[in-house]
């Protein structure tokens, strides 16, 4: 079945430093890939996708790259700032098994805390 | 346009009592789903449809019951409460099959007792 593996957190950093957080996959497909964000006491939203292979997601100064050849989809920021304290969800969609519908798989999560 | 609305926000029951969580969005999605999130466990897809008389479930479907008889809205019922049960439920909701961008609800922080 699918799996998504995302970096144990949690994370902290100082504002300006630079932000990487990595995911893996394992798909029996041509999944897409997903970063959501999920502020305290609220829902996820997306932060950024991608489709196939090679294409960058961008979105807020944050990006991934869907790496086929490594299974993996890292996300990166070049300089945090204290907003950016969150949790972050790396998830890929795909058929999965065989199935005739596309199911949204997550990985467990990784709080990153950024302090002033 | 309120996107995906959840009700209620938080509820305690006790062991054994039942009650439904709904579940709304006026985007016209026909692909909605309903996720439970617990501590080191990320979200888990409970049950999902991908069209009004149309479900199917997820990865742990065991104790909760849904329907969806109208495009806009997709219950989620717990017939029978168990401390098991007590963690944060999303509903979300997409244009299409579940591989595009998911748009999810506040959620509902639900406590078993």
């Known amino acids: 079945g699918n799996s998504v593996t995302q970096m144990e957190g949690p994370v902290t950093l100082s504002e300006e430093a630079f932000l990487t957080i990595n995911c893996t996959y394992t798909?029996?497909?041509?999944?897409?890939l997903f970063w959501y964000v999920q502020y305290p006491g609220e829902g996820l939203q997306l932060l950024l996708k991608?489709?196939?292979?090679?294409d960058k997601g961008s979105n807020k100064g944050f990006e991934a790259t869907y790496r086929k050849e490594t299974t993996s989809f890292h996300l990166e920021k070049g300089s945090v700032q204290v907003s950016d304290s969150a949790v972050y969800f790396c998830?890929?969609?795909?058929?999965?098994?065989?199935?005739?519908?596309?199911?949204?798989?997550f990985g467990k999560g990784t709080l990153l805390t950024v302090n002033p | 346009n309120a996107g995906v609305t959840q009700t209620p926000k938080f509820q305690v029951l006790k062991t054994g009592q039942s009650m439904t969580l709904q579940c709304a969005q006026d985007?016209?999605?026909?692909?909605m789903s309903w996720y439970r999130q617990d501590p080191g466990m990320g979200l888990r897809l409970i049950h999902y449809?991908?069209?009004?008389?149309?479900?199917d479930q997820g990865e742990v479907p065991n104790g909760y019951n849904v329907s969806r008889s109208t495009t806009e809205d997709f219950p989620l019922r717990l017939l029978s409460a168990a401390p098991s049960q007590t963690s944060v439920y999303f509903c979300?909701?997409?244009?299409?099959?579940?591989?595009?961008?998911?748009?999810f609800g506040p959620g509902t922080r639900l406590l078993v007792l």
């Open positions: 979300a909701s997409s244009t299409g099959s579940g591989r595009e961008t998911q748009y």
């Open positions: 798909a029996t497909g041509y999944p897409s």
């Open positions: 991608a489709t196939k292979a090679d």
């Open positions: 998830a890929l969609s795909d058929l999965g098994g065989g199935g005739s519908n596309y199911k949204l798989t």
């Open positions: 985007m016209n999605h026909e692909y």
């Open positions: 449809s991908v069209g009004a008389g149309i479900t």
